[in-house]
């Protein structure tokens, strides 16, 4: 029933831009704080950005000052705007919805940024 689907990836030059959406369904997702992760190859998961159910947001420092992270509670969707894209942004980014013990991911898309 839950269901988190990405959209917006793709393969772009260095300095260029994406939006990443991820539209959520099958939850109260006002209440859900929500994320986006991403794993590049040979590296583990990790944490890009995340924004609460309020205003608070949390970036890596990687990502700092180029990417914003969004939420539209009336549209059930967080986006991701990464800006000056590098090439070691490559990765599968995924979305993740959390609230307390409700832990639910996407499937994930590819953004791969060539030099």
């Known amino acids: 029933q839950v269901q988190l689907v990405e959209s917006g990836g793709g393969l772009v030059q260095a300095g260029g831009s994406l939006r990443l959406s991820c539209a959520a369904s099958g939850i109260p997702f006002n209440i859900y704080t929500m994320a986006w992760y991403r794993r590049a190859p040979g590296k583990q998961r990790d944490l890009v950005a995340s924004i609460a159910s309020g205003i608070t947001t949390n970036y890596a420092d990687s990502v700092k000052g180029r990417f914003t992270i969004s939420r539209d509670n009336a549209k059930n969707t967080m986006y991701l705007q990464m800006n000056s894209l590098k090439p070691e942004d490559t990765a599968v980014y995924y979305c993740?919805?959390?609230?307390?013990?409700?832990?639910?991911w996407g499937q994930g898309t590819q953004v791969t940024v060539s030099s």
């Open positions: 993740n919805a959390l609230y307390y013990k409700n832990n639910y």
